[in-house]
């Protein structure tokens, strides 16, 4: 059930999302002038598609949820979706086993995993399926604060403004970030750590409100990003993330520089401002995210 005790519909909030940000012209149809709605209309979408308008409303409004993979594919072209989301619409048109309830399994660091992040020589960290720092070396907490074990990404950069300011692209990268958040959760928003995070995050920013409600889908892909940070100044860095053997989605972060750059220069100096211990061991009690912690309280 949603909040407002309607039976969830995510595929119909899904293709209507989608719809909004479709222009017209981009499928070409006139723009017109009498439009009431953003995108493009539910019967302009069902004739792309070559569905009725009847069908196509009763899959929005959620009176149909198991339409065909060709009717699926066909409304993923029309509301020009690329292969990560066309999956994810896939996935949310597929029938689903009721599951029952399950306590979720903390999230643990490999220990060799663990041991890389020591002798690394770089700045890095580990990231669990939902994006809570599970363990990082000093070099990375020494470039990002928020890169400490029990703080999460999502959080960190939508609500510390410290964080933020470390990112002066930080406008662009963030609806990136959600996106790339949305495709690792799949279908799995119903989780506790999901509706938890999500609902917080809704409540206290409105940029994060925003992105989520585009319903963006985007793979995980190294990228370039420019840092600023108050004691180096600004670093040219390129971001790795590699998925760790064996466990369920967690992720090695990791922040390099093109050597002999004067960025990969700044990198060998971020030594001496590492001032805490080698690394936050991932078993630590104290150092667990945030809600596994209120978890054994």
Known sequence: MSEDGRPEN?????????RELVTPESVGLPPGRSRRVPGLRREEVAMLAGISADYYLRLEQGRDRNPSVQVVEALARVLQLDPPATDYLLGLAAPRRRRTARRPRPERVPPETA???????????????????LASNAL??????????????????????AERALLPECDMLLPR?????????????????????????????????????????????GKEVLLHHPQLGPLTLSLSKLTVQGTDRITLVVHHAEPGSESAQKLALLGSLAAEPSLHRPDDPSILPRHAAETRE
């Open 10 to 18: 995510r595929l119909g909030d899904y293709l209507r999302a989608r």
């Open 115 to 133: 041991q890389l992040l020591e002798v690394i020589g770089l700045p890095a960290y580990v990231e669990g399926r939902f994006l809570d720092v």
């Open 140 to 161: 990375a907490r020494a470039l990002i604060p928020g890169a400490r074990p029990g703080e999460n990404r999502l959080r960190s950069l939508f609500l510390d403004s």
């Open 177 to 221: 970030l959600v996106a790339g958040f949305r495709n690792r959760v799949g279908g799995d928003v119903d989780d506790p750590r999901v509706v938890q995070l999500v609902g917080e995050l809704s409540l206290a920013s409105e940029d994060f409100r925003q992105a989520w409600a585009r319903h963006d889908v985007k793979e995980v892909h």
